[in-house]
């Protein structure tokens, strides 16, 4: 794999992973920059402020998470709780097509808000108690990989960490970051994880230098301000060299994201196919069914001639 060494003068877009390794330290990392995507996501559907900053965590810890794996489908972040927002699902595709919805309850919103005076928007306030759970789905005749963990921690971050740290033995940092820029208030979220690739067959004693290392590059990333990982006047790549450039951080290829949803007229049809003439009818009003994708609040409107085929065929 190509890999260049930073000069801290290369000039970045938005909408990207960048992946990086300080070498020194078998730390591996990937810095990830959420611009039109984010906002194209969020503005898709009409959340209430804390919903859309909360989902806006969950699609970035999904593309962080996902670009740790080597997978070739889809990858999926899910979170089920008590709180406000009872469903959070977050989808990257290997090629980087990013999609995400939330589901919520209005008056359960309203009374968190109210109990913390606006100030809740954290896990406990929002999602309440549950799980988090990531899936990787590589198409049929494939083991589907599941990690599912209880949400434990203020942040999704948190969350993420203390999956790590229970069920895959590897040490890792995550960071988050989503608010709005500029003064047309279009959404912007960044990201960064870092963690320990152990040499083959694993560390027998971790090397102190590992360890200090280690400490030091967490220090580091935590040292990156909330703002930092959302300028769209700061370049991940320089951002990186601001960060790690005394330790020999190394950037690799970037890996492009959109905002891009699957569904289509053909799939929701696979599905109606599935339903007895009762349902579909239920589903009629003056004439025409209609499907609201969940991920992208798109409606995809069926008449009397599609219903008709779709009972027939
Ligand atoms: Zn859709």
Known sequence: MPADRLSGAVAGPDDLVQPFRIDLFALRGRLVRLGPTIDRILSQHDYPEPVAAMLGEAITLAV???????????????????????LMVADVSTAGAVRGYAQYDTAKLDAALKEAKGTAASVPGLVGSGYIAFTVDQGEDTDRYQGIVELAGVTLAE???????????????IKLSVGRSGRGGTWRAGGMMLQRVPPEGGYGVIPDDVEDGWRRAMVLMSSATAEELVDPELPPRRLLFRLFHEDGVRVYDTHPLEARCRCSRERIEGILRLFSPEELEDMRKEGVATVTCQFCNQSHLFDEADLERIRVT
Request: glycine share 14%.
């Open 159 to 173: 969350c993420a960490q203390h999956y790590f740290r229970q069920s895959e033995q590897i040490q890792a940092g």
């Open 64 to 86: 962080v998470l996902a670009g740790a794996l080597k997978y070739d489908g889809i990858f999926t972040l899910q979170t089920k709780g008590d709180g406000p927002i009872r």
